[in-house]
């Protein structure tokens, strides 16, 4: 059997807006089989070696390209000035309890970024398959609301994926 591959354009800013919204101070990716699953978490009040709960998103790693290749220059530029206001994201303590979670699938991300607050919205296709009646939609899917080192960590991390470094 071979795989049947669809291509599909999507102008990612006419998408309408997540209604989900999760708040993350923390990230982590790991590559399991073709998925880059990306767990997005929130540490407990006043400790940063626990995640009370994460939110994850598993996007195919055939998908992780043409994600990275939507992060211009001049906004890889505002992201690193952001990031000098911020510093480093503290890390996913991945040795606390299993914290809270569910997570959803996605094929596309959009990216705000601004002073206040940045947000990584995410979208899957539907309506894919052998048993697919109409074409392919674009469903929106979670909006992650952070700050900048939430999305720097998303940023590098696809960057990783698309050159096989994950």
Request: charged share 20%.
């Amino acid at each position: 059997m071979t795989a049947q591959e669809t291509q599909l354009q999507v102008d990612l800013a006419k998408l309408p807006t997540p209604e989900r919204a999760y708040y993350a101070n923390t990230a982590i990716c790991r590559r399991e089989g073709r998925l880059a699953s990306f767990a997005f978490g929130q540490f407990q009040v006043g400790r940063r070696d626990a995640v009370q709960s994460a939110m994850g998103i598993d996007i195919p790693e055939r998908s992780i390209p043409a994600i990275a290749s939507t992060f211009s220059e001049g906004f890889r530029r505002s992201l690193g000035l952001l990031m000098a206001d911020y510093g480093r994201m503290s890390p996913f303590p991945i040795d606390s309890e299993q914290p809270k979670s569910v997570i959803y699938p996605a094929h596309m991300a959009r990216i705000a970024i601004s002073e206040l607050e940045c947000a990584i919205d995410f979208y899957t296709v539907d309506n894919l398959g052998p048993f697919a009646q109409e074409p392919p939609s674009v469903v929106a899917v979670m909006r992650i609301r952070c700050f900048a080192p939430v999305v720097n960590y998303f940023v590098r991390a696809c960057d990783d994926v698309a050159k096989g470094e994950q």
